[in-house]
C-alpha cells in the first residue's frame, strides 16, 4: 500500500489557479485508478477528478473545464491543474489511490492539503 503526500494547495483569488501534486511512495503504475477528492466543511468528501492507469480520465460537473488531472508514472506523481478558481472549490483536497486486487479494492489516502479562493 503506497503513501501517498499531497502539495500545492494555498491561498488565491477567484479567477487564479493553483497546481496540486500527490507524490506515492512506490510505484503507481499497477494502480487501476489515482484519484482527487475533495471535503468543504459540514459537506461530504466528493470525487472530483479520476484517471486510471490507461489514462482515461473523468470529472465532477462540477470542476469539468477548469480542472486538468494527470498522472507521471514514471515520477509516481499524480497532479490536478486546477485554473479558474471559484470560493465554492474551497476545500481540503485529497489524493487517493484505488488498486483493484482479488481480494477487493486496496484504497489509500494522502493527508490532504488546504484550498481557499477569496472572492
Known amino acids: 500500500q503506497v503513501q501517498l503526500v499531497e502539495s500545492g494547495g494555498g491561498l488565491v483569488q477567484a479567477g487564479g489557479s493553483l497546481r496540486l501534486a500527490c507524490a506515492a511512495s512506490g510505484s503507481i503504475s499497477d494502480i487501476n485508478e489515482m484519484n482527487w477528492y475533495r471535503q468543504a466543511p459540514a459537506k461530504q468528501r466528493e470525487l472530483i477528478a479520476a484517471?486510471?492507469?490507461?489514462?482515461?480520465?473523468d470529472y465532477a460537473d462540477s470542476v469539468k473545464g477548469r480542472f486538468t488531472i494527470s498522472r507521471d508514472n514514471a515520477e509516481n506523481t499524480v497532479y490536478l491543474q486546477m485554473n479558474n478558481l471559484k470560493p465554492e472549490d474551497t476545500s481540503i483536497y485529497y489524493c487517493?489511490?484505488?488498486?483493484?486486487?482479488?481480494?477487493?479494492?486496496?484504497?489509500?489516502w494522502g493527508q490532504g492539503t488546504q484550498v481557499t479562493v477569496s472572492s
Open positions: 487517493n489511490a484505488d488498486k483493484r486486487t482479488p481480494w477487493g479494492p486496496l484504497m489509500s
Open positions: 484517471v486510471t492507469s490507461g489514462g482515461t480520465t
